[in-house]
């Protein structure tokens, strides 16, 4: 993958796509997904500012809707490398414009930092995904967020949309939430102002759309691994379990309540450590 951002993007090339942008919402995203989009609420865009798009990510079609749902051309920072080069997914989706991206070189996030901020200087939008894998987690309705998305607002002066999607049976909702200025907040407020944004979005779909009810779940455990069995099915045998059971951002401030007592399952209790089994 090319390093050099004016090698990949041009404001030719910035305007060619945005005139091939209805072609793919209107034809190209119906041929690839029998799904259907239904968005529940758009807030206006700004037209003086470019825009990055911070979107939920929890399912295959998630990427081309979101894409629809926005309402405005953008390029979009991908990473699912086999997915990309091995599919269709991937081509139709370079038409629309894409910033490649390889979670496994340092080298290649770095650059593509500066390519999605290079094209945000071009006058493009841009459309990340900031959780960085798809949210597999049995509770979070958003995951933690990279910081990246603050570092590229804050040197290119973009504005951020929070956009969420659900997917419902045969229906995809989205809702394209209210522009805001992340970089008035510090990096970690920032990120938690974002992440709460993204999580009430998602949350007011989930509330008026996901009406499962307990009876249909039964057993939670063998529910849940089958959905996520069903889930990595629809990748068509292209997920990346290596990067996609890593990727997901780890802030290493934190320590999880996982590890903090992962030391319990090796210990061999004695007199001398039987402190640490304590519950308070």
């Not at 894409?98 to 094209?119: F, G, P």
């Not at 938690?192 to 989930?206: G, H, I, N, P, Q």
């Amino acid at each position: 993958m090319e390093n050099d951002p004016t090698k990949v993007l041009s404001e030719r090339g910035i305007r060619n796509r945005k005139r091939f942008h209805p072609l793919f919402c209107n034809v190209i995203v119906p041929l690839s997904t029998k799904n259907k989009l239904i968005v529940e609420r758009s807030a206006d865009l700004p037209s003086d500012r470019p825009i990055i798009f911070a979107c939920t990510h929890g399912f295959r079609d998630d990427v081309a809707f979101s894409l629809k749902a926005a309402g405005a051309f953008a390029y979009l920072l991908y990473a699912s490398i086999p997915d990309f080069y091995e599919s269709i997914d991937g081509y139709a989706l370079w038409t629309n414009g894409v910033i490649m991206l390889d979670r496994k070189n340092k080298a290649s996030r770095r650059a593509a930092k500066d390519k999605m901020k290079y094209a945000l200087s071009l006058g493009a939008n841009v459309l990340m995904y900031p959780e960085g894998v798809w949210n597999k987690t049995e509770n979070l309705i958003v995951q933690k967020l990279y910081p990246g998305i603050y570092d590229v607002a804050k040197e290119s002066g973009a504005l951020v949309v929070p956009l969420a999607t659900i997917q419902e049976g045969s229906k995809v909702y989205a809702i394209v939430d209210d522009t805001f200025n992340i970089c008035e907040y510090g990096q970690q407020e920032g990120l938690t102002v974002l992440r709460d944004k993204m999580a009430t979005a998602k949350y007011e779909l989930m509330d008026k759309y996901a009406h499962g009810s307990r009876k249909d779940i039964g057993d939670a455990r063998q529910y849940w691994d089958n959905f996520l069995v069903d889930l990595i099915a629809t990748s068509n045998g292209l997920y990346d379990y290596e990067i996609e059971n890593t990727a997901q951002y780890i802030d290493k401030r934190i320590t999880e309540p996982a590890d903090a007592f992962a030391h319990l399952a090796t210990l061999q209790p004695s007199l001398n450590n039987a402190f640490l089994f304590r519950k308070d």
